[in-house]
Each structure stands twice: as structure tokens, then as C-alpha cells.
Nanobody, 121 residues
Framework: QVQAVESGGGSVQAGGSLRLSCAASGATNYLFDMSWYRQAPGKEREFVSGIGSDDKEKYSASVKGRFTISRDKAKNTMYLQMNSLTLEDTAMYYC???????????????WGRGTLVTVSS
């Protein structure tokens, strides 16, 4: 019902910035929340940041103060502004969208295919 498509990944030097986008399409009438996860080679996928339907923001300790999450409800798009990037931020970044097809329906998940962020020294 809902699809997530990420964009904005690329290569950047340490200390630089990138802005990721995640666009939701399909049945977007009841979006619940949107979030970012990342996975580096040989590591577990981890939560990065999330934003609820009430615009409440959450951040992992490793990115708090450096990353900023936001959403444009009119465009059904979520953004992740990443500043002061470090080598440890290198990972595949995934968009996760939780949504309902109706108000009383169970919450479903939609995952994007990921966008790669590479930070070099």
C-alpha cells in the first residue's frame, strides 16, 4: 500500500554534511511515523532517528546534536539533515514508514531499499 524511496546518499568528507530524503507514495492517508535506520558492513542494523505523526523527534545517542529529522506532511516526505559527519556514519541508510490503511487497522511497515552514505577522512 505504501512505498518508501530514499535519496540523497553519496560520498562526503569527514565534517561535511548530507541531506537524505524519503518519499512515501501509495495509500498515505494514515501515516503513523517515519524513521531512519542504518547498517554498516559487519554490524547490526540500528535505529538512527524517527519522527511521529505529532512531529515528535527521536535520536540515537550517536547522532544526537548532529542530525536533524523533519517531515513535510504535504509532500509525504521525511528528511534527515546530517552534519559533522564522521567515519562512523558510513552505512547504508534505510527509510522505515509505519502506516495504517484505515484508522482502526493494524500498523504496517514499509522499508526503502536504502541509500549509501560514505564518509572519508
Amino acid at each position: 500500500q505504501v512505498q518508501a524511496v530514499e535519496s540523497g546518499g553519496g560520498s562526503v568528507q569527514a565534517g561535511g554534511s548530507l541531506r537524505l530524503s524519503c518519499a512515501a507514495s501509495g495509500a498515505t492517508n494514515y501515516l503513523f511515523d517515519m524513521s531512519w535506520y542504518r547498517q554498516a558492513p559487519g554490524k547490526e542494523r540500528e535505529f538512527v532517528s524517527g519522527i511521529g505523526s505529532d512531529d515528535k523527534e527521536k535520536y540515537s545517542a550517536s547522532v544526537k546534536g548532529r542530525f536533524t529529522i523533519s517531515r513535510d506532511k504535504a509532500k509525504n516526505t521525511m528528511y534527515l539533515q546530517m552534519n559533522s559527519l564522521t567515519l562512523e556514519d558510513t552505512a547504508m541508510y534505510y527509510c522505515r514508514i509505519r502506516y495504517r490503511t484505515c484508522f482502526a487497522c493494524n500498523v504496517a511497515d514499509a522499508w526503502g531499499r536504502g541509500t549509501l552514505v560514505t564518509v572519508s577522512s
